[in-house]
């Protein structure tokens, strides 16, 4: 029995020549589970956002690491769900390759956001299979799907509406006056949190050259070669002290409820990592970037890493999301680029 896929082309998932050839070969592999609903493209954007390069829409397979990869997506009759060991009601599912990597059992009575520890009570994966599970559980979580785990038990079907966060990438820089003005129109509690020490200058011990003695001991400087190399910092100290002030990183936040109930919106603002997957193939990828950071502090913050929170917890995120999503928009207004969830995926500025 050959397993139908919903695209021509077959997908490899141990080696660029494998294929799965029956449904019983996927009770063995992790898959992601998405709605029938989810078009192929959309499941290959929510893979290149993360592993740039990735051509799983149109290959059929995805290398996610030196030993895993993704294939699919297949689409499978009643009878093969059944042999697939997949629950209904899913019927179109991705397939994991990856090997088997497990490290100690969780704590007795552990929980966790993505349901780890419920899953896995024998061991919990780690290293490759451990960071494609995570990968095939934010995409689940992203496209209202769930993970059908093997080792372990059964199910993760993690809470779609658990990424409150959001994240814009941008070649501009806002002063920080000029983004808190614009933050404010849709928070208005929000101010700068900046801070910063005085600095008094070098320590005695830097002057007396006690400060460096010790990597020195084999050829100590004179008095004279200490003076001259002061002299120098001196200069380039003052130099330093004459030009404008620098500032590379800074926060803006905002209370949310009364008396801060709901916690705070924070905006943290710095310059964007290297080699960041969500930028990829943009023209000002290769040139330092801005990443601006809207996340929500919440007064619980213990209950956002359960995998079942409170009802007083689901209750303040549903009051937060939109806040956080209204000073997502605003940035993105002021500044454009690219923008994504807390998980990495694109999310079209259009829809905040």
Sequence with gaps: MVLRARRQARTA??????EIGAAVELSAMHL????STMHPEDVGDL???RVPGSELARTGCATLGRYSRLSGPYELSMEEAVDA???MPWTVVYALGAPIEREDPPLPGLDDRDGFAQAFPQGLPWREEGRALQLLVSMARRVRGAVRVVGGSGLIQPDPDRAVDVIVHSPYW???DVLLGVVQRALPSARLDIEGTDWTGPSDAAYSGAAVAGHLAGHPLSAQELADLHHLADRRDLQSLAGEDVIDGFAIAGELGRGGEDGAVEVLVHVGREREPAVIGQ???DSPFVTYEIRWASTAWEERERRQPAAGYLASRDRVQPVVRAVARVI???TGGVVTDEDGFWVDRYLL
């Excluded at 998932?13 to 494998?18: L, N």
């Excluded at 992601?32 to 709605?35: E, I, K, R, Y």
């Design 332 to 334: 993105v207004e002021a």
């Design 13 to 18: 998932v141990r080696g660029p020549s494998a």
């Design 283 to 285: 023209a000002w990828a």
């Design 174 to 176: 806002l002063d920080p």
């Design 32 to 35: 992601l589970l998405v709605p």
């Design 47 to 49: 893979v290149r956002a």
């Design 85 to 87: 060991d997949v629950p």
